[in-house]
């Protein structure tokens, strides 16, 4: 197969309900956050990690299509996201390229967030319980950071295109899937209403091999 284009789709990601990623549950002074959010290391901002986002998206298309492992998922998502090498009875192997790159989100307002935190930070803490029915009342508070609300981050993803591909079939798919995410959840506790979020502006800006990297055919 020859790579042909790469189709980059890009926008803003943003956060509707209160967004968790990441945490810890490792031991902890008393006083401190239960569960962080994943954070840049430069600048203490919080990040989407393209791993968690490209993983709901692939989990959510496959769920659609009845799949509860990784190894029964469809070839249509196979070819998109990858899969294992996988060897049958007569020793062929079935390999698959990963043609969807999903690079890490970064927070775009970061100034605008730090504004709306009394402690000038980029996150909210927010206290959970849980509820012991046979008493009738909340126990075990704990503490859980989120990005809150009206939080924005840039998006960009990256489709490689090789000859022998269905290029419409697989940004359609890819679509159909950030549709999917949309009416789902990002993150942790979507059940509790956490991880609703909103893609805007997405476009396909496609980038042609020969144009953009120059013919490496030798003459």
Known sequence: MKLIKKIIIS????????????????SMNIGEVDLSVIKSPHDGTPIIPGSSLKGKLR???AKLEGSNKVEDDSKEIKNIFGAPDKKDDKGNVESYITRLIVRDSFLINSKEIRDWEKEGDYTEIKTENTINRAKGGAEHPRQLERVPKGAKFKYEM?????????????LLNIKKAMKLLE?????????RGYGKIK????????KP???????????
């Open 158 to 170: 990256i489709l490689d295109v090789y000859d022998e591909d269905d290029e419409k079939k697989y």
């Open 183 to 191: 009416d789902d959840y990002l993150g942790g506790s979507g059940s």
């Open 11 to 26: 926008g803003k990601l943003e956060v509707l309900t209160g967004l968790h990623i990441g945490g810890s549950s490792t």
């Open 199 to 206: 893609f805007h502006e997405d476009k396909d800006d496609p």
């Open 59 to 61: 989990s959510l298309l």
């Open 209 to 219: 091999v020969d144009s953009r990297y120059g013919n490496n055919t030798s003459n």
